[in-house]
Structures are given as structure tokens and as C-alpha cells.
Nanobody, 120 residues
Framework: QVQLVESGGGSVQAGGSLRLSCVAS????????MYWFRQAPGKEREFVAD????????NYTDSVKGRFTITRDNAKKTVYLQMNSLKPEDTAVYYC?????????????WGKGTLVTVAS
């Protein structure tokens, strides 16, 4: 059974830091590109960051560049999102996503999310 379980969310003051974790099971984690998305109240879900299966390539949405860092540990089947200098506009539910294109189609798995609240 495929599972992605996020943790590490919580409440923090502006300027603070949090580290999110997402533990995967039920699929070959090391062959998937991993993503973090977020959804703020009343808004669409948006891309935050991604990391290639080797960890060599990362991408970020402009609003988090220089503040957030995505990493992965394939041995632990875990992807992380280190979030520094948090702002109130970072408040959202953060979701972990695993994705791989295969000859059968795109494999696409989601976690249930973890809430991050940043107070001003």
C-alpha cells in the first residue's frame, strides 16, 4: 500500500523555522521525483519545490527561493523541506507528492498534508 506521511508542521512566529518531513512506503522511492506543494485557505494548491530522484536537481517557486531547501534521503525513503525566515504568507497545508512517468502513464501519489501556521 502506497503511503506518504508528512510531519513537522506547526505554529511559528514570523522569521522562525520549521522542517517538514515526508516518509514514503509502498513504492520505489529512489526512482521518483519528489515535490512539496502547499494550499493556503481559499487558494489553489501551488508548487513549492521539487527534487530529482538523485537529489542533484532542485527547483523552487520564486517566493521561497533562498528561504526553503528541499532534500531527500533515499535510504530513509524521506524527503525534507527546511523552511527558514518564515512569513505569514507561508501559512498553508503542505503536501508531499511523488511522481514518475512510466510507459504505462504517470504514477502520482499524495500525502494528506501537514499544517504550517506563521503568525505575524
Amino acid at each position: 500500500q502506497v503511503q506518504l506521511v508528512e510531519s513537522g508542521g506547526g505554529s511559528v512566529q514570523a522569521g522562525g523555522s520549521l522542517r517538514l518531513s515526508c516518509v514514503a512506503s509502498g513504492f520505489t522511492f529512489s526512482t521518483y521525483t519528489m515535490y512539496w506543494f502547499r494550499q493556503a485557505p481559499g487558494k489553489e494548491r501551488e508548487f513549492v519545490a521539487d527534487i530529482s530522484w538523485t537529489g542533484a536537481i532542485t527547483n523552487y517557486t520564486d517566493s521561497v527561493k533562498g528561504r526553503f531547501t528541499i532534500t531527500r534521503d533515499n535510504a530513509k525513503k524521506t524527503v525534507y523541506l527546511q523552511m527558514n525566515s518564515l512569513k505569514p504568507e507561508d501559512t498553508a497545508v503542505y503536501y508531499c507528492n511523488a511522481r514518475k512517468d512510466t510507459s504505462y502513464g504517470t504514477m502520482d501519489y499524495w500525502g494528506k498534508g501537514t499544517l504550517v501556521t506563521v503568525a505575524s
